[in-house]
């Protein structure tokens, strides 16, 4: 007998219908199928009535932070390189203090081949000054006698007689010292000359007074003055740069000099206190530290284009040509 709370209200007895054993059989095959589309429709991820959530919303198990809707971490699919291989590898600091990892090698278009950090494009000298790579320059030759090669960028004397000096303006305050110059004549003879001495006025710009030696390979040296153009080089060597401190360099106070770079010095820093301090530059292509600061500790030399050579190692010795292990890119 039913419990009594499953038991209906009596209803006024009805005419009792024979109802056929198939048409029941039916009715309760169509009511089982109902019941297990129910149940698969309630069952299915995001069925139901019940599960219908709005956009945005956060999802159980899923914790979100700054945003109502859960990201992945970007990556870029053309990274700006940066200053250093070495950081540009490694995951970044973003502005949360988290870090973001570098877009896997799929993720990334094919890059180009790059050239070393340390070269600039063909022609450019981000650092140079009037005398800048892959530009011409107009002017007229003369000669001197260049004597043992000593001049106003204090390198002393030298074997070398393929050398000039170069106009004032052109100098810039001995920027001009150990740039290598071809020079080419109306003719078309050429010869490649190492600036070691300065040509104050009446030398113009543009103007180099060149050894006897280097002239006479142009013309003869009763021409005097000829017609020529001019451009900055970047040539072989397999010489390494030397450094060489001033008569009178101390702790205290110090004089500092580069020889035999292959391109054109634009920086000489010294490293003092845990910084680099850039050193003021003479006409007679020696750099200050007037207070001592850096005397006897690491150098930095930066050439037109930009790359920087560390030497250290190098002590105060006054007047001594002490070599190094490096040298300046060829561009």
Not at 30 to 42: D, E, F, K, M, W
Not at 238 to 258: E, F, L, N, P
Not at 284 to 290: H, Q
Request: aromatic letters at 4%; one cysteine or more.
């Amino acid at each position: 007998m039913a419990a009594s709370s499953h038991r209906r209200s009596r209803r006024p007895d009805r005419p009792k219908v024979r109802v056929p054993v198939v048409a029941v059989v039916a009715v309760v095959a169509v009511a089982a199928v109902a019941l297990v589309v129910s149940l698969v429709a309630a069952l299915r991820p995001g069925g139901g009535s019940d599960d219908v959530r709005e956009a945005g919303a956060p999802v159980a198990g899923v914790r979100v932070s700054g945003s109502a809707t859960p990201t992945t971490a970007k990556t870029s699919a053309s990274p700006t390189p940066s200053a250093s291989s070495s950081a540009s590898a490694s995951p970044s600091p973003t502005a949360s203090g988290t870090t973001t990892a570098p877009a896997s090698p799929a993720a990334r278009p094919p890059a180009k081949a790059a050239a070393p950090a340390a070269r600039a494009a063909s022609g450019a000298g981000p650092l140079a000054g009037r005398i800048r790579p892959g530009a011409s320059y107009t002017g007229v030759a003369t000669s001197y006698d260049a004597g043992d090669g000593s001049g106003a960028c204090s390198f002393g004397p030298t074997s070398d007689v393929m050398t000039a000096a170069m106009n004032t303006a052109d100098y810039e305050t001995s920027k001009a010292c150990g740039a290598y110059v071809a020079v080419r004549a109306a003719g078309g003879a050429s010869i490649t000359v190492r600036i070691t001495n300065e040509c104050p006025a009446p030398c113009a710009p543009g103007q180099l007074d060149l050894s006897r030696q280097a002239f006479a390979k142009l013309a003869p040296l009763s021409a005097g003055r000829i017609p020529i153009t001019w451009s900055l080089l970047s040539p072989a060597t397999s010489d390494t740069v030397s450094i060489r401190y001033k008569i009178g360099s101390s702790q205290y106070w110090c004089g500092i000099q580069a020889i035999g770079h292959r391109n054109p010095v634009a920086r000489l820093e010294v490293r003092s206190g845990g910084s680099w301090i850039r050193l003021a530059r003479t006409d007679y292509n020696y750099f200050l530290s007037e207070n001592g600061a850096g005397c006897g500790g690491a150098i930095r030399l930066t050439d037109i284009y930009g790359e920087r050579l560390t030497v250290e190692g190098i002590a105060v010795r006054p007047d001594a040509v002490q070599p190094t292990r490096v040298q300046f890119a060829r561009h």
